[in-house]
């Protein structure tokens, strides 16, 4: 157990709809990642959040977005859902925003499926 | 900027057989190096790493890795197979200030 959550673990919906991803980092853990993994595009880092400020951006669509609140737990939320974004997305915490040799804790990951 | 290339998306072995998971990186500030784990509908385990410090790291489940600075790569290895290494490995690096970047993953299958 890594001591990063994600809710719920499986998510299915139709296209055209607006789901929210949820993610508790590890205890103490400032920095939250996104991450979509699929099996044709494979891991992809989508966003990073430290201490509840954007850090970096990846290959994240506009019609997603992604905040980290006051208590350092982060939402994903994928809107007008097409059925290529069914994936696993995965949310990882870090103790730090880069500055340091720290690795990430992944969590279980939220399985959507869009129909 | 940073990137990792892990050569052969897929790799067999038999059981008891050598497992060698190549890693080559590219990194504008000294590096640090993880190998993660995956197995089938799991999040990412984390099987050892490289900071600073001794360059041959051993990690969990027998695994362990070699920084070579001069070759820029960060070779995962285990002297013999088990049916439970099957899994999908995955390459990342880091450095000071840098995002993590991961590689593409190599699916290891191992036959009996």
């Known amino acids: 157990d890594s001591g990063v959550t994600q809710t719920p673990k499986h998510l299915i919906t139709a296209t055209g709809q607006r789901v929210t991803l949820r993610c508790s980092p590890r205890?103490?853990?400032?920095?939250v990642y996104w991450y979509q993994q699929s099996l044709d595009q494979g891991l992809q880092f989508l966003i990073q959040y430290y201490n509840g400020e954007e850090r970096a951006k990846g290959n994240i669509l506009e019609r997603f977005s992604a905040q980290q609140f006051p208590d350092l737990h982060s939402e994903l939320n994928l809107s007008s859902l097409e059925l290529g974004d069914s994936a696993l997305y995965f949310c990882?915490?870090?103790?730090?925003?880069?500055?340091?040799?720290?690795?990430?804790?992944f969590g279980p990951g939220t399985r959507l499926t869009v129909t | 900027a940073q990137s990792v290339t892990q050569l052969g998306s897929h790799v067999s072995v038999s059981e008891g057989a050598l497992v060698l998971l190549r890693c080559n990186y590219s990194?504008?500030?000294?590096?640090?190096l993880f190998w993660y784990v995956q197995y089938p509908n799991q999040g990412l385990q984390l099987l050892l790493k490289y900071t600073t410090g001794a360059t041959l790291v051993k990690g969990i489940n027998g695994f362990e890795a070699e920084f070579k600075k001069s070759e820029t790569s960060f070779h995962l290895t285990k002297p013999s197979a088990h049916m439970s290494d099957a899994a999908e490995y995955f390459c990342?690096?880091?450095?000071?200030?840098?995002?993590?970047?991961f590689g593409p993953g190599t699916r290891l299958s191992v036959l009996p």
């Open positions: 990194s504008s500030v000294p590096p640090y």
């Open positions: 990342a690096v880091s450095g000071y200030g840098q995002n993590f970047v």
């Open positions: 205890s103490g853990d400032l920095s």
């Open positions: 990882a915490s870090s103790p730090s925003g880069g500055l340091g040799p720290y690795e990430q804790y």
